[in-house]
Nanobody, 119 residues
Framework: QVQLVESGGGLVQPGGSLTLTCIAS????????MSWYRQAPGKERELVAT????????NYADSLKGRFTISRDNAKNTVYLQMNSLKPEDTAVYYC????????????WGQGTQVTVSS
């Protein structure tokens, strides 16, 4: 079955950097786009970034362009989110996501990893 396991979250000071990792299993990883979402307390889950299966195309939330970078290593079934110049408003649980179609669309989520930006 599809499994997504995130890691790399933690406490970081404003202006700092952090790299999140998501290891995927149970599907043909290189055939599917992967995304990172985040959910801050009291807010809806929002899309952070998406990368195509081959890694050639990426998209970002407008507010995060230039600070966050999504990448993937298909040999390792892994997708990354490099976060720079972190701000307190980046504090959230970050989730790895993939969407598959097999007669119907289905979202798969990891368990999430907490990122806290605070001095």
């Amino acid at each position: 079955q599809v499994q997504l396991v995130e890691s790399g979250g933690g406490l970081v000071q404003p202006g700092g950097s952090l790299t999140l990792t998501c290891i995927a299993s149970g599907f043909a990883f290189s055939s599917y786009a992967m995304s990172w979402y985040r959910q801050a307390p009291g807010k809806e889950r929002e899309l952070v970034a998406t990368i195509t299966g081959g890694g050639g195309v990426t998209n970002y939330a407008d507010s995060l362009k230039g600070r966050f970078t999504i990448s993937r290593d298909n040999a390792k079934n892994t997708v990354y989110l490099q976060m720079n110049s972190l701000k307190p408003e980046d504090t959230a649980v970050y989730y790895c996501n993939t969407v598959h179609y097999s007669g119907q669309w289905r979202n798969y989520w990891g368990q999430g990893t907490q990122v806290t930006v605070s001095s």
